[in-house]
């Protein structure tokens, strides 16, 4: 349980800065800065310097950006010794009697974190063909971590965000524009996108997120006022566990930018978006999108199931690979009146562990032939911002939801059993019993925040969150309270 008294340093905190920011003004636009100003050539300086702090209430996995609350119970057998069902009930196993773990298996953390400092470049390039060309390079520190030898202290490592450049063609009428390098891939909402102090807000709880390498077209139809865009992307197909592959296992452990099950198919992957923009006065926005996927991964079929066809034991030499195919459809909508902003999205989708989302692996054998099968899913999210700074009030505010499922439930394994005796509790045999994130059903968080805005370059918020997260065949759902307090330098 947190302790009351921190929560109330939180709400008092949020209080006085609420206080302040209304006798403050609020800020104009920022200042560039530029490290040249040419005729011909333009090249920006921008960046973000942060700190989070951030308190979870229980124990969550992902660093820090929690993705889902981990398991809060463990099944015990009333008695004797623990034997595992064979095979896995699909309503779960009746004869466990779930337990909640002990209170410091459970408990939260406090967590400083500076890794999402950014640095990048933006270029104007000079004309050609009558058109502008550009481009955008920008790194941050959220790689990972470094630990070298002899060394215990950990290290961030650097990031590559976004890295292109192209060449635009943009008129009152209509725009077009060519493309490439690495940019954010097309299924991110991008005009809908939430506001949240997380890096990657409502991320494996509705939002597609992913940086593509490619090449993308762009075009715009009518008016800046309204207008309709379609953009198409070919990319490189990255499979989202490639070390999960016997045949196609990449350069080594956790390295998705190593060649892959993606890679292997020898096809590029496919993205596009339509928009609809409808600008006509200042204080009234509406933008509604559609956008989506194809891609084709080569996944080796797993033969667990060889005893289902006569074949016996597994064997190496029986290894077989087939495409299974990666897809989504989904929708993006943001409506903009005054300081108000209604903004959401939803995506349906396939064998989608590509973009981190439906919490593991996206494809599963079949179990009434020697193939494999998408695992399916669904996502969304909704929120409300409240943009003061438009009527001179330097504060933010912003109340949300978003939720994924993953509905191939009848074929999703209830539980992996750990054997590890847990003392406390007096029974002649216990076995604990874990869920891992292929057994979750669904996710969720909701989410409120506040966001002041000190001058052109720095500010301060506050963000109060609750995830909860299903099991199957557990009982109840886990849940867990976030605090975050985020300072940022932006510039």
């Not at 989904?330 to 903009?336: D, E, K, P, R």
């Not at 925040?449 to 500010?459: A, M, P, R, T, V």
């Amino acid at each position: 349980m947190v302790k009351k008294r921190f929560i109330w340093v939180l709400i008092l905190a949020a209080l006085v800065l609420s206080g302040s920011a209304l006798m403050a003004q609020a800020p104009a636009g920022p200042e560039k800065v530029m490290i040249y100003n040419g005729e011909q050539l333009k090249v920006q300086l921008t960046g973000m310097l942060r700190l989070d702090m951030m308190l979870t209430e229980y124990n969550t996995y992902g660093n820090w950006q929690p993705l889902w609350v981990k398991n809060q119970k463990f099944g015990v057998v009333q008695g004797g010794y623990y034997t595992v069902p064979q095979p896995y009930s699909s309503q779960g196993i009746k004869a466990l009697v779930f337990l909640p773990w002990q209170a410091e298996l459970r408990r939260g953390v406090l967590k400083f974190n500076a890794n999402a400092a950014q640095i990048g470049v933006t270029i104007v390039g000079p004309g050609v063909l009558g058109g502008t060309t550009f481009g955008r390079f920008e790194m941050d520190f959220s790689g990972g971590f470094a630990q070298p030898a002899g060394n215990i202290s950990r290290q961030p490592v650097l990031r590559l965000r976004n890295a292109y450049a192209g060449i635009r063609w943009d008129k009152e009428l209509f725009s077009v524009s060519f493309t490439f390098g690495q940019y954010t891939s097309l299924l991110l909402p991008a005009y809908a996108y939430p506001v949240s102090l997380h890096g990657l807000p409502f991320f494996e709880k509705g939002v597609l997120f992913d940086w593509s390498q490619g090449f993308m077209l762009g075009f715009r139809i009518g008016p800046r006022t309204v207008n309709v865009s379609i953009d198409v992307a070919m990319v490189r197909v990255k499979a989202g566990n490639d070390n999960t592959s016997t045949l196609f296992p990449g350069d080594g452990p956790n390295q998705p930018d190593g060649s892959g099950p993606g890679e292997a198919s020898k096809r590029p992957g496919w993205e596009g978006r339509i928009l609809l923009t409808v600008a006509p006065v200042p204080i009234f926005r509406m933008y509604l999108g559609v956008q989506g996927h194809y891609y084709a991964e080569r996944q080796h079929i797993l033969h667990a199931n060889f005893a289902n066809y006569g074949l016996g034991a597994w064997s190496p030499l029986l290894i077989d690979a087939a495409d299974v195919p990666s897809k989504s459809l989904g929708l993006q909508a943001n409506i903009v009146v005054w300081i108000f902003s209604l903004r959401g999205a939803g995506w349906m989708g396939e064998n989608m562990d590509n973009f981190a989302a439906m919490f593991g692996t996206g494809y599963y054998e079949s179990q009434s032939g020697k193939k494999n099968l998408a695992a399916k899913g669904r996502g969304g999210y909704a929120q409300l911002v409240v943009n003061l700074p438009a009527v001179g009030v330097p504060l933010s505010l912003w109340v949300g939801m978003g939720q994924e499922t993953k509905n191939h439930t009848r074929r999703m394994p209830n539980a992996t059993t750990l054997g590890i005796p847990v003392p406390p509790y007096n029974l002649p045999q216990i076995t604990s019993y874990a869920v891992s994130a292929a057994g979750v059903l669904w996710n969720s968080e909701v989410q409120g925040g506040i966001k002041w805005l000190i001058n052109n370059y720095l500010n301060l918020g506050l963000e109060i969150s609750q995830m909860v997260t299903k099991y199957k065949g557990v009982p109840g759902t886990s849940t867990s309270m976030t605090y975050r307090v985020q300072t940022n330098f932006i510039f």
